[in-house]
């Protein structure tokens, strides 16, 4: 099934607010989360320039080298029209911002939020490895991860932030490709968790997250959590832990990636729809 791509007429204004909110209900009754991947430039496009705000002008100028102002400008104008053909608007009416964390008040950390068209469609953005992912979802919080795969020394099997049971299945494995992908597969899901709950509660430490690294695809993962924090953008789960579906992403040979959405709430996780370059949206093997 294609996504619901220029469904409704665009006329600007009024218009283009309700043919987003239509968009929005759209996707939000599918459930579908999509994701987008695509290679960071080199030198800053003037195209991509035009469509930053103020705020991420300035923020372009502070970075001191030129790639970084580069993938900065490119992700902030990418997300923007990526965001903007999804809910059939144009580019320059899609705001994107990071505001203070509603837990902590911390400018460094928080949810990524689309402030312009007015839906509360959920945002994540993660650079790896010369290449930005981008994921949007219709549930209260999303987070994605990639990670670039690259040998791993022994001696970090032995790093804090594994948990037992992941520790004894990685070192079971022979040294090489097939352990390295594994390994990242396991920091990319705890780390698209991280990234969805935006405001880690204190004494959360990654070696209580357990990511199953046996399993591959879907798993449902539980971050410790503080029942009522006040700003925490998940359910928590009945035990008294928060529970994510946590799926891997296909997106290239060179990274591994995931996203996490919060479980057991509305809308169902639907099917991950996948836009690489060059191609159209896919959704991955398995979904509907």
Partial sequence: MAPPYNMFENSGGRGAEDSSAAVFRALRAGGDTHVWWWRQPLRTDPADLALLNTEEFRQALCLHSERDAAAYVHTRATARRAIGELLDVAPEDVDIEKPLCPVCEDPGHGPTRLSRPDVPLAISLARTGGHTVLAVGTGAAIGVAAERLRPVRQDVLAESWLTPDEAL???ELPRGAVRDEVFYRCWARKEAVLRALG?????????????????????????PGTP???????????????????????LSGRAAAAVAQPAGTEPACGPVRTHLPGGTARPLPGAP
């Fill in 199 to 223: 405001h880690v509660p204190d004494g959360v430490r990654p070696d209580q997250i357990e990511s199953y690294p046996a399993t591959t695809d879907t798993v449902l993962m539980h971050c």
């Fill in 169 to 171: 299945h990685l070192l």
């Fill in 228 to 250: 009522g924090t006040p700003g925490t953008p998940v359910e928590q789960h009945p035990a008294g832990r928060t529970a994510w579906v946590v799926r891997d992403l296909a």
